[in-house]
């Protein structure tokens, strides 16, 4: 029997943020993964960066994220923005996080 050189292909990766940092401290790195892993689960394809929240500094490797995103990788909401603030991206930023207020349902009047 020979040894099959098949190459397993991710069904989905995101470009994420996983935090790394000490409490009260936020650092993150910037990581490719596959959509399902959950980023504390530490299971990641590669690192392409790392972001100081604390001080709004980002060392990132342009060069990869490039080529992620031409390879049809996903960017996570608060990737895109720090992205489109580092002018990686062009796009707008992704608004995260506000939950809109629940219609309420309009009630009788009773007399």
Same mark, same amino acid.
């Given at each position: 029997?020979?040894? =099959? =050189? &098949?190459?397993?292909? /991710?069904?989905?990766?995101?470009?994420r943020l996983?935090?790394?940092? *000490? @409490?009260?401290?936020? =650092?993150?790195?910037?990581?490719? @993964?596959? %959509? %399902?892993n959950? @980023? %504390? =689960?530490? *299971?990641?394809l590669e690192v392409l960066g790392s972001y100081n929240a604390r001080f709004g500094k980002a060392e990132l490797d342009k &060069?990869?994220?490039a080529h992620w995103l031409k390879q049809g990788a996903q960017l996570? +909401?608060? +990737?895109?923005n720090l992205f489109v603030s580092h002018k990686l991206v062009k796009a707008d930023k992704v608004k995260f996080g506000v939950k809109s207020p629940k219609p309420? +349902? /309009?009630c009788a009047i009773f007399h």
């Amino acid at each position: 029997m020979g040894v =099959s =050189s &098949a190459i397993i292909v /991710p069904t989905m990766l995101m470009i994420r943020l996983q935090r790394v940092g *000490r @409490t009260n401290d936020p =650092s993150f790195r910037v990581v490719l @993964t596959e %959509k %399902k892993n959950s @980023t %504390k =689960s530490g *299971r990641f394809l590669e690192v392409l960066g790392s972001y100081n929240a604390r001080f709004g500094k980002a060392e990132l490797d342009k &060069a990869r994220v490039a080529h992620w995103l031409k390879q049809g990788a996903q960017l996570s +909401a608060t +990737a895109n923005n720090l992205f489109v603030s580092h002018k990686l991206v062009k796009a707008d930023k992704v608004k995260f996080g506000v939950k809109s207020p629940k219609p309420v +349902a /309009p009630c009788a009047i009773f007399h």
